[in-house]
């Protein structure tokens, strides 16, 4: 079936440290590609999402790009800052009459100042 | 503000007791889902409803309930039947059925036994 796996963190960075978090994903057909990300004790926020290959999504300093022939979507922030700092999933969704999205298990994010 | 509210933010459950969490939205969403999310485990999908007086098993739908009565409302009954159902409870909604449509997300509730 389809799937999404992520990196396992947690990832700690320095402040203006280069991130990447690295996703790939098993696909029967040709999803869209989300990221998410989530502070302590709330819920998901929409990223950034592609919707087609070679696609680049990109929200406040952070970008990937779908990547079919690797079947990847990558995070990547030029400079990370403390606030950056929460959990990131990755995750697909074919829409259709279920709709719903297959998520990563997540990438725990700690910057320290 | 157009959002998701889901109430309580944490809530306790006694051994034999059956607890309704409850999601709103006012978006106009026609689609809502519930996820549940454990540690490590990303997220996973219990029950969706795409339309009103309509919905549908997820992954783990098993202890567990719904209903959609009303477009704006998507409540969740976890049941006795639900033998270990500590963990985060995430509603979410969608405009529709494009694969491109983002889901926005409630803040959660937090689920316990006492």
């Known amino acids: 079936g389809d799937s999404v796996t992520q990196m396992e963190g947690p990832v700690t960075l320095s402040e203006e440290a280069f991130l990447t978090i690295n996703c790939t994903y098993t696909a029967t057909g040709y999803p869209s590609l989300f990221w998410y990300v989530q502070y302590p004790g709330e819920g998901l926020q929409l990223l950034l999402k592609a919707t087609k290959a070679d696609d680049k999504g990109s929200n406040k300093g952070f970008e990937a790009t779908y990547r079919k022939e690797t079947t990847s979507f990558h995070l990547e922030k030029g400079s990370v800052q403390v606030s950056d700092s929460a959990v990131y999933f990755c995750?697909?969704?074919?829409?259709?009459?279920?709709?719903?999205?297959?998520f990563g298990k997540g990438t725990k994010l700690s910057v320290k100042p | 503000d157009g959002g998701i509210t889901q109430s309580p933010k944490y809530l306790f459950r006694k051994e034999g007791q059956n607890v309704t969490l409850s999601c709103e939205q006012n978006l106009n969403h026609d689609a809502m889902y519930w996820y549940r999310q454990d540690p490590g485990q990303g997220l996973r999908l219990i029950y969706y409803s795409q339309i009103v007086n309509d919905f549908q098993k997820g992954d783990i739908a098993e202890g567990y309930s719904v209903s959609r009565e009303k477009k704006e409302s998507f409540p969740l009954t976890v049941t006795s039947a639900q033998k270990n159902p500590t963990a985060f409870y995430l509603c979410?909604?969608?405009?529709?059925?494009?694969?491109?449509?983002?889901?926005?997300f409630g803040d959660g509730t937090r689920l316990s036994i006492l």
């Open positions: 979410a909604s969608a405009q529709g059925q494009a694969s491109n449509q983002p889901q926005h």
């Open positions: 995750a697909l969704s074919y829409g259709g009459s279920q709709g719903n999205l297959i």
